[in-house]
């Protein structure tokens, strides 16, 4: 499981640092590849290549007269990219990846239990603000919350 988060640079060549904590799980368990994506909130996906094998044969079984569903597989299989991590721990997020999501420099990679999201830092930090905003005080919108019943 992937969880927390944490801020990130790339370096000029569009590598980025896996955090030190995650870096013995993918060389213990030889997942030292991991797919990168697109997502439709402007952010990117990172998935090691045994939990993508299964989102991609999941993307690939919808149907392909919906609309929306093609939008999806265009979106984030369209998009996938395998990345090896190195010997340093760095990966390198392939430029129209970087610029679908607006990287720049400063990155957020947070964890999503099987799954990473890394988002442009600006672009994190001025969604979560209106995310907060938006969520604040509206009990509809707070009743998946509600149901885990904290």
């Keep these: 499981m992937f969880r927390g988060i944490s801020n990130l640079s790339i370096d000029v060549k569009g590598r980025a640092s896996m955090p030190q904590r995650y870096?013995?799980?993918?060389?213990?368990?030889n997942k030292s590849k991991v797919i990168i994506t697109a997502d439709k909130d402007?952010?990117?996906?990172?998935?090691?290549?045994n939990s993508w094998t299964i989102i991609e044969k999941k993307l690939s079984e919808l149907p392909s007269y919906n609309k929306e569903a093609r939008f999806v597989q265009r979106l984030l299989i369209g998009y996938a990219t395998e990345s090896e991590i190195d010997s340093q721990g760095r990966f390198l997020i392939p430029n129209p990846l970087r610029e679908y999501a607006g990287i720049q420099k400063k990155i957020i990679l947070l964890g999503q239990g099987n799954k990473f999201e890394l988002w442009s830092e600006?672009?994190?930090?001025?969604?979560?603000?209106?995310?907060?905003?938006?969520?604040?005080?509206?009990?509809?919108?707070?009743?998946?919350?509600?149901?885990l019943k904290l």
């Design 23 to 29: 870096r013995k799980d993918f060389c213990a368990k």
């Design 42 to 49: 402007k952010c990117l996906l990172i998935y090691t290549q």
């Design 122 to 147: 600006n672009i994190w930090n001025k969604n979560m603000k209106s995310w907060l905003v938006s969520q604040n005080g509206d009990d509809a919108k707070n009743e998946a919350l509600n149901e």
